[in-house]
């Protein structure tokens, strides 16, 4: 009785932080494509500086679609809704596109890439687009000291593997297996500094598993982690 009640309060509290978190994720992009506009309005900008604000107000949009699409699709994982429409995929042109979408929304980082040509998969775009895309935004979130990170892709005769690589601030060995946990996050919502909504490393399990592939952490060396995600071909 006692482990069955402790379960529901801990899920009662990650609900909580979810709604705590989600909330400011979604209001912080909504306030500054809001304030972008608003901008565009009231004053006379020379067509440098339009492009500017509208380039920004962009990524805002995509980074709101993006956490929407989480949401969406997080709901879709937990009814078994979600099937994948599996075709033979360039992986290598996803993974690079993902990493140049990033480089434009964070100029300051340095992402750095070794990325085989033409790995090809059997799975679907949209699903393993999230994988990537969540894989690098985690990675940038925790990458506390600015060191470089690093974006792998390759393949040999029986599997296909993706690395994100990074030199952050590491994860305690015993939080390791709670990461892939649906709204966990590390620390709690009152010290925690990094956005987030608890979702994105749900989902990469969730897609992977959906594509007869694994996920795994480890730690990386001097410092910082290694998810890797492997895929039988």
Request: proline share 0%; charged share 25%.
């Given at each position: 009785v006692y482990r069955s009640i402790k379960k529901q309060l801990d899920l009662t509290?990650?609900?909580?932080?979810?709604?705590?978190?989600?909330?400011?994720?979604?209001k912080t992009p909504i306030a500054i494509a809001k304030l972008n506009l608003e901008t565009l309005l009231k004053r006379s900008l020379d067509t440098g500086q339009q492009e500017k604000i509208l380039s920004n107000t962009l990524q805002e949009a995509n980074?709101?679609?993006g956490l929407c699409s989480n949401i969406l699709l997080s709901s879709q994982i937990e009814s078994n809704a979600v099937k994948p429409n599996k075709e033979l995929v360039n992986l290598s042109n996803i993974v690079t596109n993902s990493i140049e979408n990033f480089k434009k929304r964070f100029p300051n980082i340095t992402l750095e890439s070794n990325i085989k040509e033409d790995v090809?998969?059997?799975?679907?775009?949209?699903?393993?687009?999230?994988?990537?895309?969540?894989?690098?935004d985690n990675a940038i979130k925790y990458n506390k000291y600015k060191k470089p990170l690093i974006v792998e892709l390759y393949s040999n005769t029986d599997?296909?593997?993706?690395?994100?690589?990074?030199?952050?601030?590491?994860?305690?060995?015993?939080?390791?297996?709670?990461?892939?946990?649906?709204?966990?996050?590390?620390?709690?919502?009152?010290?925690?500094?990094?956005k987030g909504t608890g979702l994105g490393l749900y989902l990469c399990k969730k897609i992977v598993i959906l594509h007869n592939g694994n996920i795994t952490v480890t730690n990386n060396k001097p410092q910082g982690v290694i998810f890797e995600v492997t895929f039988s071909i």
């Open positions: 509290q990650q609900q909580q932080n979810f709604l705590m978190a989600v909330t400011h994720e979604l980074r709101l679609n090809h998969l059997n799975g679907e775009h949209f699903l393993l687009e999230i994988v990537i895309n969540n894989l690098v599997k296909v593997v993706l690395k994100v690589k990074d030199e952050g601030i590491g994860i305690n060995d015993n939080q390791k297996s709670k990461l892939f946990t649906k709204f966990y996050r590390v620390q709690n919502e009152a010290t925690r500094t990094t």
